[in-house]
């Protein structure tokens, strides 16, 4: 059973999905042309949970600051805003663009390095077109085929008419920005061999193949992909700005520079930042590194500009950011107590930052300032499961799992009691689902409970489809976890739920058991496995905690404690499968996201599921997840209530209801449904309806009565709100609760089927069965127009 989230909480999270319904999920140019970071989150959708889940005096923590969307979107809308980041590049970076600049000092010292390199640099691409000079901007090539890879490169989308030099100016003469590569541009190209490169950083990279950096083709060798022309430019102005004067403004030239690197290496035509070392045969670019340094020192002003209020020094919000790892920060700051943890989730092996920075913390470690280097320290403390062959150490999931729960635990330190932890998911391929039910289980033993979800698209009409499923997640989603009183929090003993290890041994024992089973009876169980388990003598602080347990999950009357009909038992009950439990709530989990949603995607209700379960165990949703059937199953199920409009699920329009308040009996809880059919039964003239709630009666739901002809006859029934059809266990531990009692009749109801088993032993046993249909004719007659049956046509 999921701990109860406090009124106050749930009503702010369920606002959330309201106040970024209409925010496109979206980065601002200024921030994506200033710092190349990969996975940069929506400030703007940010912005908006933060205004709904935070007021203005609470303090907010980024463990992960990354590119800093998080910090940005607290300003000014939090009191106190803390962020660490591990990797020195990055928070060089982001620092840079957070800190309040001296502007005219930047454009000054901007103007000293332009004095100084530009006719330089400018010179080194220099060009004619018609006998006129010019510039290259850049240069279309195949480096594979040498000279030949320069003349006749292989045709692109950028290469019209065989132009494969696109030019600075337009060509006064023929009024062209571009032209083919010719004689005089190799022979410009050659006649800059023999300056002097040697200074060129040629360390050898952290070898992962996920993010390109392969020996085989050389792409381990931080030199490999640059032309020698980008070489001398990028030396040129390094060496200007490495002449000015210390300060801050200088450190923001140097990261102007650092983040030209990416475009001004050898990459593909019309690349991105994103794929960062890819060695590019064929279909290259090579672009000028002047007129790189030029655009992102202008994306640089802007972005200053617009986020002009949005900087350490001008936002009314006190900001504290260190680079720091977040563990050892929280260690070293034990009065640090915040209301918020917001940040970006260190995915397993999706990003690896620290490798993919390599490329910048090169070149500033070797000419900028030798504490940029990627120390083991660093290495250490990253949350990352990564391919790299030297990083032994981070490559088994059980590593990382580790890891994260290294992080719960201190996020625990650093949060408030009843705080919430934001966390930003994609979950990319569905192995990275399994991963997130062991997260929700680490989550719970550091005294956490997931307390909501919502999605996040991204506004791209070539979004995949749903059918889909099985390779990608659809949306980028927001979890929160919710930090719970000390007094409720999970049960746990070393790295076991004891709370789910406790709920199990005690169902089994209460339902093989004949008789009634007295909580002081279930008490002495658990203490007894305590001991033999884990080595542990139950005192009376622990026999109490056992005693609240069982008040949780199971119903106490006047000393018997019975089995609550209401709750998820999984593992145990029958010999059905997970699988089909699961199934069977699906109807109120599709009820409960339409109720709360108005619409969802199919990750929803994935998501629902795996928040049921309370002994994270991962094997129990991969029992979905790795079956086609199992997901068809539950595709139809949905298409049972729901149609598609556009990327969503909502409810089906063509549903015939009664009445508009009718109520759909098949998204009833088991209680709920149990007491439905109580109430038939009474309105049937049956006596003495008694509903059981499920204590040691081998799964015996209601007992009742009823007169014939001057005699009393008596009945048990079960009920099954189930999805899928009632089989024949069920119906055979039915037959014997009749025998046993001695009894007159049984009868199994439910707002399904039956399976061709089920139906062949209850007619062996004269168990009578009550299905789906039979029973919307009776509830129709006593209570027409109040129920609806949504599953009867599945």
């Not at 040697?198 to 193949?209: A, D, Q």
């Not at 050389?218 to 700005?241: E, M, P, V």
């Not at 490495?242 to 102007?256: A, C, P, T, V």
Request: aromatic content about 12%; charged content about 30%.
């Amino acid at each position: 059973m999921r701990k109860l989230i406090d009124e106050d909480v749930k009503k702010k999270l369920n606002k959330i999905k309201f106040a970024i319904e209409e925010i496109p999920n979206t980065v601002p140019s200024e921030m994506r042309t200033t710092f190349n970071f990969k996975g940069r989150k929506s400030p703007a959708i940010a912005e908006k949970v933060i205004k709904t889940i935070c007021n203005e005096n609470d303090s907010l923590y980024d463990p992960f600051m990354g590119s800093g969307s998080f910090v940005f979107a607290a300003m000014g809308n939090v009191k106190k805003i803390y962020g660490t980041e591990l990797d020195n590049y990055t928070f060089f970076a982001v620092e840079a663009l957070m800190t309040k600049a001296d502007m005219a000092k930047l454009a000054e010292l901007f103007q000293q390095v332009k004095d100084n390199v530009y006719k330089k640099i400018m010179n080194l691409y220099a060009a004619s077109c018609c006998g006129q000079k010019n510039y290259i901007s850049k240069v279309l090539f195949d480096p594979d085929e040498g000279k030949d890879g320069y003349f006749y490169p292989s045709e692109n989308r950028e290469i019209i008419d065989g132009k494969n030099v696109k030019l600075v100016e337009k060509c006064p003469i023929c009024g062209e920005k571009a032209k083919k590569f010719d004689n005089d541009d190799y022979i410009k190209i050659k006649s800059l061999d023999s300056e002097d490169v040697s200074r060129f950083p040629k360390h050898k990279y952290i070898e992962n193949s996920r993010i390109n950096i392969t020996a085989s083709r050389g792409a381990d060798r931080y030199d490999r992909i640059f032309t020698h022309r980008n070489k001398i430019a990028l030396l040129y102005l390094q060496d200007s700005i490495n002449q000015l004067e210390e300060s801050f403004e200088r450190d923001i030239l140097e990261h102007i520079l650092v983040a030209s690197i990416s475009l001004a290496r050898i990459a593909m035509y019309g690349s991105s930042t994103d794929i960062l070392y890819h060695v590019v045969g064929h279909g290259a670019q090579d672009m000028n590194v002047w007129l790189l340094f030029e655009e992102k020192y202008k994306n640089f002003c802007k972005f200053k500009t617009v986020y002009a209020d949005c900087q350490i020094g001008t936002s009314k919000s006190e900001i504290n950011i260190s680079n720091s790892d977040y563990a050892k920060y929280i260690d070293n700051h034990p009065e640090l107590k915040v209301d918020v943890i917001y940040t970006d989730f260190p995915y397993t092996d999706q990003v690896p930052y620290l490798e993919r920075n390599q490329l910048y913390r090169v070149w500033l470690e070797k000419f900028y300032n030798n504490s940029f280097k990627l120390s083991d320290e660093m290495l250490n403390q990253e949350i990352v499961q990564t391919d790299a062959p030297t990083r032994t150490n981070k490559q088994d999931i059980e590593s990382y799992y580790k890891d994260i729960d290294n992080m719960f635990a201190h996020f625990s330190m650093v949060l408030k009691e009843k705080g919430l932890v934001l966390l930003t998911m994609k979950l990319g391929k569905a192995k990275y689902f399994k991963t997130y039910i062991e997260i929700v289980n680490l989550a719970r033993k550091n005294g956490f409970e997931y307390a909501y979800q919502v999605g996040v698209e991204k506004n791209d009409p070539t979004i995949r489809k749903q059918s889909a499923f099985t390779n990608t997640f659809m949306n980028e989603m927001i979890v929160v976890f919710y930090k719970l009183p000390e007094e409720e929090k999970y049960w746990y003993i070393y790295n076991d739920n004891y709370e789910f290890l406790l709920v199990k041994k005690v169902y089994a024992y209460i339902i093989n058991s004949k008789n009634y089973v007295t909580v002081s009876s279930a008490v002495s169980l658990i203490c007894n496995d305590m001991k033999s388990k884990y080595g542990k003598t139950a005192n009376n602080e622990v026999i109490e905690r056992i005693r609240k347990v069982l008040g949780e999950y199971f119903v106490i009357d006047a000393g018997i404690i019975q089995i609550d009909s209401n709750q998820l038992y999984l593992d145990i009950e029958d010999s059905t499968d997970l699988y089909t439990k699961l199934y069977d709530l699906m109807p109120i989990f599709i009820r409960q996201l339409l109720n709360n949603k108005g619409k969802f995607v199919l990750e929803d209700v994935y998501f629902e599921l795996v928040n049921a379960l309370c002994d994270g165990n991962p094997k129990t949703i991969a029992q979905i997840i790795e079956d086609e059937s199992h997901q068809r199953d539950i595709e139809n199920l949905i298409s049972n209530y729901c149609e598609k409009e556009g990327q969503y699920y909502v409810e089906r329009k063509d549903i015939i209801k009664p009445k508009d308040d009718a109520i759909d009996i098949s998204t009833l809880s088991g209680t709920d449904f149990e007491i439905l059919v109580q109430s038939l039964l009474k309105a049937e003239g049956y006596e003495n309806v008694v509903k059981m709630g499920g204590a040691g009666d081998l799964g015996v739901d209601i007992i009742a009565s009823k007169r014939q002809k001057e005699k009393i006859l008596h009945y048990i029934f079960q009920c099954k709100r189930w999805a899928s059809n009632v089989g024949s266990d069920p119906i055979q531990r039915l037959y014997a609760e009749r025998e046993r009692r001695g009894l007159d009749y049984a009868v199994c109801v439910t707002t399904s089927g039956y399976t061709k088993d089920g139906k062949m032993v209850a007619e062996d046993l004269n168990v009578e069965m009550v299905d789906g249909t039979a029973l919307m004719k009776r509830l129709n007659k006593h209570f027409p127009g109040e129920y609806y049956n949504g599953i009867i046509d599945i």
